[in-house]
């Protein structure tokens, strides 16, 4: 199976909350998770990724956090801002640089 | 160093017309790969070329859909005799050789089949 799923498919947060982002997949080849951000009208850009063999990383106000035995992982979003106002998608790959499957997407909106 | 570079931003075409899309991968990545996004939806797997090669094209339509990655020149993505349901933003990601490199993306194509 290649599916990736992705919840929930929108969010609003108050500026300074925390985002919380779940997705699980089924394929256990898979070896490698990334989260993108999308802004409308643009590509996605690679927000931070993770690997099996770690349970947690962090980069600035993004965390990822994974579990392998459940086959998920998810995204955390500290102290949301205004401008982290976007649409977020995780997606899954045998390899980095490899092709991805994709969730569905989260649209995100941050209120000030 | 440019990133990822997709022309033309926007495309508009008639049913039945040909749509070429055309994709620049950043400077010394040699793996393509094209993407399809219908609105409010994530993005679908289409084709994996590298140069002159397709890898992998489980994820493009048996029909009116090719795509080519020549030795000089940028990767194609080519759609003949467009329907409305091609409508979609295209997007083409690059990877550098060997396992563990990043893909990056470009700002895609919006095709709009009228």
């Known amino acids: 199976q290649q599916q990736v799923k992705q919840s929930p498919q929108s969010l609003i947060v108050q500026k300074g909350g925390i985002s919380i982002i779940n997705c699980a997949y089924e394929?256990?080849?898979?070896?490698?998770f990334p989260w993108y951000q999308q802004f409308p009208g643009k590509g996605p850009a690679l927000l931070i990724a993770?690997?099996?063999?770690?349970s947690e990383k962090k980069e600035g106000r993004f965390t990822i956090s994974f579990n392998k035995s459940a086959k998920q992982f998810s995204l955390h979003i500290m102290d949301s801002q205004p401008g982290d106002s976007a649409t977020y998608f995780c997606?899954?790959?045998?390899?980095?640089?490899?092709?991805?499957?994709f969730g569905g997407g989260t649209r995100v909106l941050v209120k000030p | 160093n440019a990133g990822v570079m997709q022309n033309p931003r926007h495309l508009v075409r008639r049913r039945g017309q040909e749509a070429r899309l055309r994709c620049s991968p950043m400077?010394?990545?040699?793996?393509v790969y094209w993407y399809r996004q219908l609105p409010e939806e994530g993005l679908k797997f289409m084709v994996y070329?590298?140069?002159?090669?397709?890898?992998?094209e489980s994820g493009m339509p048996k029909e009116r859909f090719s795509a080519e990655f020549p030795k000089e020149g940028p990767s194609i993505l080519r759609i003949q005799q467009v329907v409305r349901g091609d409508s979609a933003a295209y997007f083409c990601?690059?990877?550098?050789?060997?396992?563990?490199?990043?893909?990056?993306f470009g700002q895609g194509t919006r095709l709009t089949v009228v």
């Open positions: 990601a690059s990877s550098g050789q060997g396992a563990g490199t990043e893909a990056f």
């Open positions: 394929n256990t080849a898979f070896d490698y």
């Open positions: 993770i690997r099996p063999d770690v």
């Open positions: 997606a899954a790959s045998k390899a980095a640089g490899n092709k991805l499957t």
């Open positions: 400077k010394g990545h040699s793996h």
């Open positions: 070329l590298q140069k002159e090669n397709i890898i992998d």
